[in-house]
């Protein structure tokens, strides 16, 4: 089967008839009655926050004005990939902004399941064009995972994670990016089956010699064991003694003794906690919400309000991020978790060296959580440190408080531990060298191709070597720590590793 490899522009349309269709189903919804009192508080009572929702949707929202906004704004592709795993290609949507700076770099963000990128299109800005003069660009690719938004759904047979990881590589190759950084998006640790980070893991791991490095949104780390005795020596020594040194600082053994300290949070036996075994039989959930937007927006908020968010998100911003798996269908989205989580998580070896990561974790807090939540949320904090049994750890950030719904409470973060992934691994590369890519080839709606230019874009060809240090002496590079970044809300700063060699850098070169 001959594939057509070609990057056609792409805009959402959908027909008014199947418009016309979910509001009458939102006409007809029957609300269940509410429970009666007493309940118990493992019980999360919904019809506060249902009603007003689908009030809004019906009398306020307009999909008509979200569809003008992001096909004015959004600069959406699609294009179709073939893979091994896979006898038919895959249409893969997805967003491709290029920053107007010279010195930008290729980076592929990977949206937290199960989120759409058209629903994260409010990052775009952030990345490519920076406030500040100094702070580093990015040309973004944020691709739909398949079965979600408007990219086609994978054969159910087939290993997701591996096949995404592929189909993504090949994207940003097809998009002439020989070389890119990756990141997630959201917390990992709280994310349903890990789908982001496992993805991103599985890019730095098995697909090194493009993707460079990666940046880990509170991964689902572990404390070194004896499997890697180094590793456990340093930790219990630095648990003991609590001072600065081989990578951890003292606000690593102060958060994780903190959470030790803490009673545990009793286990609930809530039916529909995400990650349930009955994740793995999808197609009930499927015919359900296929047939019910009430019902795919109270999956929705299940997600949001079990990340622990600050504060409720604005209702029309819930009504779209629901719109978005309801107008495509929810059955790809909830295959391909129940796929994710049936399948055994990557073990976490590379070919090769260890995979170049940023490590983003966050302290948690003691505060009361100011909404409900569908259950409790945990503050599990990671040690930076920790990763390094299987990642080489070139820049680690310590975020107060929780991560809730990040991606959009706190984007900063994300943007500030990609840009410290960045600096580091230029700074401790020994070449650095810069290819112009000529053009990318667009076409509209199946009609003639055309080549849209793209002006002094900037690829990274790194051949990383641990010697680098030496060189980065004798070529005049300065370096200081980086200070905290500017924009964080009142949920907390930036904290650094005093002391410690995972310490982002910023550097000069001169």
Not at 108 to 117: A, H, K, Q, R, T
Not at 189 to 210: E, G, K, M, Q
Not at 277 to 291: I, R, V
């Amino acid at each position: 089967m001959v594939v057509d490899e070609d990057i056609k522009s792409y805009r959402v349309h959908v027909s008014s008839k199947y418009l016309d269709l979910t509001r009458r189903k939102l006409e007809l919804t029957r609300l269940p009655h509410s429970a009666p009192e007493p309940r118990t508080d493992q019980w999360w009572e919904p019809r506060a926050t249902v009603e007003p929702l689908l009030d809004f949707w019906l009398e306020r929202f307009s999909w008509r004005n979200e569809e003008k906004e992001l096909n004015s704004k959004v600069p959406q592709f699609r294009t179709a990939i073939k893979t091994a795993a896979c006898e038919a290609p895959i249409r893969l949507h997805f967003i491709h902004a290029q920053s107007p700076h010279a010195r930008a770099l290729p980076l592929l963000l990977i949206p937290p399941f199960p989120f759409s990128n058209l629903a994260l299109a409010h990052l775009v800005m952030l990345f490519t064009h920076p406030i500040e003069m100094n702070s580093q660009p990015f040309h973004m690719v944020m691709p739909s995972l398949p079965g979600l938004g408007f990219s086609d759904a994978l054969p159910d047979r087939q290993d997701a994670i591996e096949t995404i990881a592929d189909m993504f590589d090949t994207l940003m190759r097809r998009l002439g990016y020989a070389k890119f950084l990756v990141t997630t998006a959201g917390a990992s640790a709280y994310a349903p089956a890990r789908v982001d980070w496992r993805i991103a893991h599985y890019l730095a791991c098995y697909y090194s010699t493009s993707c460079i490095g990666a940046h880990l949104v509170s991964p689902p780390l572990k404390a070194p064991s004896w499997t890697s005795p180094l590793e456990w020596i340093k930790w219990k020594t630095a648990s003991l003694v609590r001072r600065p040194m081989f990578g951890y600082c003292r606000q690593d053994v102060d958060c994780w003794r903190k959470r030790r300290s803490r009673p545990s949070v009793k286990k609930t036996r809530f039916p529909a906690q995400l990650g349930c075994q009955g994740a793995h039989e999808p197609n009930t959930l499927a015919y359900a919400l296929c047939d019910s937007p009430l019902g795919l927006l109270l999956f929705f908020l299940m997600v949001i309000r079990g990340a622990g968010p600050t504060r409720d998100l604005p209702s029309n911003e819930v009504i779209k991020i629901t719109e978005l798996a309801w107008i495509p269908g929810p059955e790809g989205m909830m295959r391909l978790w129940a796929n994710c989580q049936s399948c055994s998580e990557a073990d976490n070896t590379s070919r090769g060296n260890k995979p170049k990561v940023a490590i983003t974790v966050f302290q948690g807090s003691s505060e009361t959580q100011q909404i409900g939540q569908p259950w409790p949320v945990k503050d599990e904090y990671a040690c930076p440190g920790w990763a390094r049994s299987h990642y080489d750890v070139v820049s680690s950030s310590r975020i107060s408080g929780r991560p809730g719904l990040l991606a959009w409470e706190r984007p900063q973060v994300i943007v500030a531990g990609t840009r410290g992934l960045a600096k580091a691994i230029l700074t401790g590369s020994q070449q650095t060298a810069a290819a112009a890519l000529d053009q990318v080839v667009v076409g509209r709606h199946g009609q003639h191709q055309e080549a849209t230019r793209i002006s002094e874009t900037t690829l990274l060809v790194i051949e990383a070597d641990e010697t680098a240090s030496a060189s980065q002496a004798s070529a005049g590079v300065t370096a200081r720590a980086m200070s905290r970044q500017d924009g964080f809300d009142d949920r907390g700063d930036e904290e650094l590793g005093e002391g410690s060699p995972d310490t982002v850098i910023a550097v000069q070169l001169g």
